[in-house]
């Protein structure tokens, strides 16, 4: 067991570093620091693109697709290098971290060469189809329909909770694609271009006031026979597949910039007094080891991971990092008191702080909700009776 | 950057389960507790037969010659039985203290002996109002670990580390009926009682608390497994309304959750002994980290235990409540969680200026 990164490593995190400051201190400083999803996209495009071109993107994807075959201890290296120079949320998060690999996993040589470079080198935004207004966690149910006609797929239906796709230009869709078929059989893996006219976006307003997530309709929406990941009808395993990307190794990057939110806390909290009060210092030592034991607990999902094993203690770390960022949102809230609850201005648009707090209640929902959690933990890792199931309309 | 266990920590984990599964059984443990709180047996087996006391020590020194992960393991794999063992008090706490802070005669005298289980030591921290002056101890010690079954203490008097034998004149040593009948303590008397320093009290202290509550983090995420897992199993046997009560969302759902603070606890647990090990910067804030989110799980876990076992999880007979009282007394020992993470909240820069 070891912890330490060796000096070739610390050699790799250096060059990472210094990149990553000149680029951010230099023609990028407007975006260091962003924390919003939606802010200065078109700027973010071209960071996105900037990183891209430097090979900075997708550093453990291989070589030949735009990658740097960086080992996974670098990756993590670049994650918290990343992190500590304020590098931006990714606006092509879902590209980089759940389309990408996916791609890479079940794809084809052609479909690997189509569009696994345009995701690296940031010229290709993606979003993901997966939920539905009848299937949220309930992911067999959904109902959006596909079937081939001539050299296409067609598709009718309606998803939500469609992150980020107003700046996207392709969606992954799960559809059913088999007549009558029932639960996770009959499905197909789409991927979908979303500049046409079949598909329309349709932003929906959060608690926050701002518009990540869309409704997307698809009205005969199309896409080249070809754009089916897997065979049709197994959509399941693939998307299966791609759930264990969003639980594994995409979240680390995601889980640095946390320490920035709680780096802002602990600031807050020196400026205004209430670093003296005894319980908001408990909740911060809380928040600081929670943080930590995040890290550790990647690393150690990863190390599991790189050896090929699979490891329960990988269902825990959903959870874990949902209820660890809604605690530091309520904490946030409390360190602010009623300053946090007001904002300059006319628009409903609050700083980080409070807008953290707001949308941290989106985190112990999406990507299966804390409840589906508990559950799968119970059955998968403790081997507990599944719940009772309703049957499938 | 490799975050598990090497071939050679695997195979000591899967020794040290197989050893206290096997010997460490609750009967066993329920005798030493209705005696002395030691396994006499289980400590021969441990020290004499494998050395284990000795993990942490040099070679050199008579010791195995490994660090504080292959510790942790042997602690946790102890901590998921209750053994009925002085670990703490020896291995956790007595020997890392003479063995950073003593000087080379104090260490040949003592570690291979420690090492090998013929000697039994703790580690007191004398209560306010203990002088120490011209050679001379005098005041007591109020709570000490496994005090009554050890020959040698280690004594923390303000800034200093004395060795006290257990035959030295004018020290008394009274057993205490405790709550953790595994672990019972001692009170120690004082009465101008003769004392050798330590060459190094400040790296005595030091490595002795770290240590300790590294070795009472990895104690309670074992326990903590061992409550976990002994209720799933209840829960999946246990019918009632015609179904294993383990199906209900509302036990389910809490045992998942032990399962989060679990695997939470691990890697605490496993990151401080590294950072121990690797003399990393974040050594100490990983030791107060793992002893407070560990003892935390534990409280939790246990008490997760009785609730869910319902009436059974409350008698003497079920083994519940020595989980209970262990994570009772994991807690307590060396600062609660509370007082470990306000440590930790100066760590974080909470009282640097705005």
């Known amino acids: ?393 | 950057m490799h975050f598990a266990f090497t071939d050679e920590q695997a195979m000591i984990a899967e020794t040290a389960k197989a050893f206290f599964a096997e010997q460490a059984t609750s009967e066993r443990t329920r005798a030493a507790m209705a005696a002395t709180g030691v396994d006499e047996a289980l400590w021969q087996a441990f020290t004499a037969e494998l050395g284990l006391a000795g993990v942490a020590v040099p070679e050199s020194e008579g010791g195995v010659g490994l660090g504080m992960i292959e510790l942790a393991i042997l602690a946790e794999e102890a901590g998921r039985h209750v053994a009925a063992l002085p670990l703490l008090a020896s291995v956790g706490l007595a020997i890392p203290a003479i063995l950073a802070g003593g000087s080379d005669g104090q260490k040949m005298r003592l570690l291979s002996r420690l090492a090998a289980g013929e000697l039994v030591a703790s580690f007191a921290e004398a209560a306010p109002g203990t002088i120490w002056s011209d050679g001379a101890l005098t005041g007591s010690a109020l709570h000490v670990p496994h005090g009554a079954r050890a020959d040698l203490f280690v004594v923390a008097v303000d800034d200093k580390a004395l060795l006290i034998e257990r035959d030295t004149p004018g020290l008394a040593v009274t057993p205490l009926t405790s709550m953790d009948q595994t672990r019972p303590y001692a009170r120690l008397d004082f009465g101008a009682v003769a004392a050798e320093p330590l060459a190094d009290p400040a790296a005595a202290l030091a490595a002795a608390r770290h240590t300790g509550a590294l070795v009472l983090a990895a104690d309670a995420l074992g326990g903590a497994q061992a409550c976990l897992d002994r209720t799933v199993a209840y829960a999946q046997e246990r019918i009632q309304f015609g179904r294993a009560i383990g199906s209900f969302q509302a036990v389910k759902h809490r045992l998942a959750d032990m399962m989060v603070g679990i695997e939470q606890a691990r890697s605490a647990v496993y990151w401080a002994a590294c950072a121990i090990d690797e003399r990393s910067d974040e050594a100490v804030f990983a030791v107060h980290a793992a002893k407070a989110f560990a003892c935390d799980t534990y409280s939790d876990a246990a008490g997760e235990m009785i609730q869910l076992h319902g009436g059974i999880g409350f008698t003497w007979e079920h083994d519940a409540h020595l989980y209970f009282k262990r994570a009772r007394s994991d807690r307590t020992l060396l600062g609660t969680p509370d007082w470990h993470r306000e440590r930790i909240a100066q760590m974080a820069g909470l009282d640097e200026a705005a």
């Open chain 1, 1 to 393: 067991m070891k912890l330490g990164f060796s000096p070739d490593e610390e050699v790799f995190r250096a060059e990472a570093a210094a990149w990553l400051t000149a680029e951010l201190g230099g023609p990028f400083a407007d975006v260091r620091g962003l924390t919003s999803l939606t802010d200065a996209p078109e700027r973010r495009r071209d960071w996105e693109r900037r990183l891209g071109e430097a090979g900075w993107s997708c550093v453990g994807w291989p070589k030949a697709y735009g990658g740097r075959d960086a080992t996974l201890a670098q990756q993590v290296i670049f994650a918290e290098e990343y992190a500590r120079a304020g590098g931006p949320p990714r606006l092509n998060h879902i590209g980089i971290e759940l389309a990408g690999p996916t791609i890479l996993a079940f794809g084809t040589d052609e479909q690997k060469a189509r569009f696994l470079p345009a995701i690296a080198k940031g010229e290709e935004i993606w979003c993901q189809g997966y939920s539905e207004p009848g299937a949220g966690s309930d992911l067999a149910n959904v109902r959006t329909r596909a079937w081939r006609e001539d050299d296409d797929w067609v598709i009718e239906g309606q998803k939500v909770w469609t992150s980020l796709a107003q700046f996207s230009d392709w969606i992954f869709v799960i559809a059913r694609s088999e007549e009558g078929s029932r639960g996770p059989k009959g499905l197909s893996f789409l991927l979908v271009p979303v500049d046409q006219p079949g598909v329309t976006v349709r932003p929906i307003h959060q608690i926050t006031g701002e518009a990540e997530f869309n409704e997307t309709f698809f009205d005969g929406a199309r896409t080249d026979a070809a754009n089916i990941l897997g065979t049709p009808g197994d959509g399941w395993k693939v998307a299966m597949g791609l759930l264990g990307f969003e639980r594994g190794v995409s979240t680390l990057a995601q889980q640095m910039g946390f320490r920035n939110e709680l780096d802002a806390v602990i600031a807050a909290a020196r400026t205004n007094g209430a670093a003296k009060d005894p319980l908001i210092r408990q909740r911060i030592a809380k928040a600081e080891i929670g943080l930590r034991l995040m890290r550790y607990g990647a690393l150690r999902m990863l190390t599991h991971a790189e050896d090929g094993k699979l490891n329960p203690a990988a269902l825990t770390y959903k959870i874990q990092w949902a209820t660890w960022r809604r605690d530091l949102g309520e904490l946030a809230m409390d360190v602010l008191g009623q300053a946090g609850e007001t904002t300059p201005g006319g628009d409903y648009a609050f700083p980080a702080l409070p807008n953290l707090f707001l949308y941290s209640r989106a985190d112990t929902i999406y990507g299966g909700t804390n409840e589906i959690q508990r559950n799968i933990i119970a059955e998968r890792a403790l081997g507990l009776p599944r719940e009772p199931r309703g049957d499938l309309k």
